[in-house]
């Protein structure tokens, strides 16, 4: 069952190498939702004969198991890369724009890990002509692409763990088990402690009376 979602999610992998197009990265980002935190883009090149079982998209999956799938991708990967933009960035440009702009900078590392021109982007259903690379857009691609779908994983680790560490700098707002996302007892505690520098203000206009405080 695993071996057969791995060549179904291969598709359009394949269809691009049979075309002779080898250094295709998939594109991905996690946070664009949450009131704090950065939103996290990931680039993912794999090799041809990648066979780790179980790459789905990261929502689906539970957090150990990211966690493991994690490790698997980026040893097997020929590149990858992470863009992030804060949250004081999101408010100045929008998380839209801010969205992009973490794509390209996970493109640009990726790119120098790989030492070779990416050919082509595949992206969860963001078009990205500002990278300079064809691209196609595909709508919930990381449940059908599985470099895209490697690409939720490492963007999801990678932005949890950021998480959990700010839930050791700023205490009480359940920022390791939250991520950020607007929960109940994270308005209840912005109510009470006020906002964090790391709080999207944009997001939060008109939401409580956390702007008197």
Known sequence: MLRE???????????LRAQGVVRIAGVDEVGRGPLAGP????????PQDFDVLGVDDSKKLSEKKREA???RIVERALAWGIGMTDNRRIDEIN????????????????????KFPIERVLIDAVELPESGI??????????KSVSVAAA????KVTRDRLMAEFDAVYQGYGFA????YGTKTHYESIAKLGLTPIHRRTFLRGSHSVFSR
């Open 177 to 180: 088990s939250n991520k950020g």
């Open 134 to 143: 064809p691209g196609i857009a595909i709508i919930k691609g990381d449940e």
């Open 39 to 46: 939103v996290c883009a990931a680039a993912v090149v794999l």
């Open 69 to 71: 799938l994690y490790e």
């Open 95 to 114: 998380i839209l724009n801010a969205t992009k702009e973490a794509m390209l900078a996970a493109l640009a590392e990726a790119g120098k890990r790989l």
């Open 152 to 155: 939720s994983i490492v963007a």
């Open 5 to 15: 979602k791995l060549a179904t999610m291969s598709r359009y992998e394949n269809e």
